[in-house]
């Protein structure tokens, strides 16, 4: 896979709640953005690759939901984490 353990790792550690906390939704937020930055930069380049489109589509709506969860849970937590991310919204 393109992300290597070290980079997880860091995205993990700067965003989780602990070091460990590879479950927290800001973790995972931060995760998921950083892979559909990925993609999008691929979509780029590549603009007739449909299975990375819909890989990308489906990405977007995981982090929906997961930031949707997270604004009904603790809305704090929500928007330290849109602004950390630069996320639109």
Do not use: C, P
């Amino acid at each position: 896979m393109y992300i290597s353990k070290e980079v997880k790792e860091t995205i993990f550690k700067k965003h989780g709640k602990s070091e460990n906390d590879t479950g927290s939704a800001e973790g995972q937020i931060a995760l998921f953005t950083h892979r559909i930055e990925h993609l999008s930069n691929h979509l780029k380049s590549n603009r007739k690759d449909f299975n990375t489109e819909r890989s990308l589509v489906r990405l977007v709506g995981k982090r929906r939901s997961l930031l949707d969860y997270l604004k009904a849970k603790d809305i704090t937590r929500y928007r330290s984490i849109v602004k950390e991310l630069g996320l639109r919204k």
